[in-house]
């Protein structure tokens, strides 16, 4: 459980993974006490008001009762595809029940139940050769092991007799994975609104302006099935579809309910859990 109080305009934010009545009055002392030192912020407008929500379809029952022995059968299928070829394979599958509510004294509930499953798998051989294959969905029978094992193997086995390349330009062709990590990162440093107001983004002074290649466009939609939906942050604001690079040229960033108080402008629900912003 996670807790922001708001004293004025400080802020103080306390934490607790024991739900007893005086386990979780305590934390609200803790944050309590952590605000009453902490200077008026400036910036703060207030916590975020109720609202409306879209629907997002984020619950599978499938996935919410898939047991450890069936996670198991699955593990035990992928080694022995492994064991078939010469390899070892090593990784992780797990799903998973959560139940997100967010409130606060504005009046404001956001409540949404969600399950996901992913399985992460590292194939490793002969001559430092090594695959790699993950999937996630909030439905477990999304996760085909037999296609992860083939992919992750094949890449493994492809990968035992590599060659060396004098240096030089050449084409590379990234596949999703890559990709994921790349745009995480790009995230990660410079689309959200704190970033490029403390001027540390690389969109600073480029918004409107040509950042990529024109065959580059990115958005952020946190309904779209093709993801993981969810119809609120961690404040309770509703979601919204933000157009980051369009065409290669800048177009925005994300904010949360601070970032957008401090530029009179609305956030788009990408709020994080305390004690961020």
Request: with cysteine; hydrophobic share 40%; aromatic share 6%.
């Given at each position: 459980?996670?807790?922001?109080?708001?004293?004025?305009?400080?802020?103080?934010?306390?934490?607790t993974n024991?739900?007893?009545?005086?386990?979780?009055?305590?934390?609200?002392?803790?944050?309590?006490?952590?605000?009453?030192?902490?200077?008026?912020?400036?910036?703060?407008?207030?916590?975020?008001?109720?609202?409306?929500?879209?629907?997002?379809?984020?619950?599978?029952?499938?996935?919410?009762?898939?047991?450890?022995?069936?996670?198991a059968e699955?593990?035990q299928h992928?080694?022995?595809?492994?064991?078939?070829?010469?390899?070892?394979?090593?990784?992780?599958?797990?799903?998973?029940?959560?139940?997100?509510?967010?409130?606060?004294?504005?009046?404001?509930?956001?409540?949404?139940?969600?399950?996901?499953?992913?399985?992460?798998?590292?194939?490793?051989?002969?001559?430092?050769?090594?695959?790699?294959?993950?999937?996630?969905?909030?439905?477990?029978?999304?996760?085909?092991?037999?296609?992860?094992?083939?992919?992750?193997?094949?890449?493994?086995?492809?990968?035992?007799?590599?060659?060396?390349?004098?240096?030089?330009?050449?084409?590379?062709?990234?596949?999703?994975?890559?990709?994921?990590?790349?745009?995480?990162?790009?995230?990660?440093?410079?689309?959200?609104?704190?970033?490029?107001?403390?001027?540390?983004?690389?969109?600073?002074?480029?918004?409107?302006?040509?950042?990529?290649?024109?065959?580059?466009?990115?958005?952020?939609?946190?309904?779209?099935?093709?993801?993981?939906?969810?119809?609120?942050?961690?404040?309770?604001?509703?979601?919204?579809?933000?157009?980051?690079?369009?065409?290669?040229?800048?177009?925005?960033?994300?904010?949360?309910?601070?970032?957008?108080?401090?530029?009179?402008?609305?956030?788009?629900?990408?709020?994080?859990?305390?004690?961020?912003?």
């Open positions: 459980v996670s807790i922001r109080v708001v004293s004025g305009r400080r802020i103080g934010a306390a934490s024991m739900l007893d009545e005086q386990s979780l009055k305590t934390a609200v002392d803790k944050a309590l006490e952590i605000a009453e030192t902490q200077r008026e912020n400036p910036h703060f407008r207030s916590l975020p008001s109720p609202a409306e929500y879209g629907r997002a379809d984020t619950f599978v029952e499938r996935t919410a009762k898939f047991t450890p022995m069936e996670r699955a593990v992928i080694i022995a595809e492994a064991q078939k070829n010469d390899v070892i394979a090593s990784g992780a599958f797990s799903t998973e029940t959560t139940d997100l509510i967010v409130a606060n004294s504005l009046g404001l509930w956001a409540e949404q139940s969600l399950t996901q499953a992913k399985l992460n798998l590292v194939v490793t051989g002969d001559n430092d050769a090594s695959g790699y294959a993950n999937h996630f969905s909030k439905d477990v029978s999304d996760i085909d092991c037999q296609a992860l094992a083939d992919e992750a193997i094949g890449k493994c086995v492809q990968s035992t007799t590599p060659i060396s390349l004098e240096p030089g330009e050449y084409t590379v062709i990234l596949e999703p994975y890559a990709v994921e990590t790349l745009v995480a990162f790009l995230g990660y440093i410079g689309l959200g609104a704190l970033a490029l107001q403390e001027g540390r983004s690389f969109m600073c002074g480029k918004l409107g302006q040509q950042i990529t290649g024109e065959n580059v466009t990115i958005w952020d939609d946190g309904l779209s099935p093709q993801g993981m939906p969810i119809p609120f942050d961690f404040e309770g604001v509703p979601k919204q579809k933000v157009v980051l690079i369009e065409n290669g040229i800048a177009k925005g960033v994300v904010y949360d309910s601070y970032t957008a108080g401090k530029e009179g402008t609305m956030s788009t629900g990408h709020g994080l859990p305390a004690p961020n912003t």
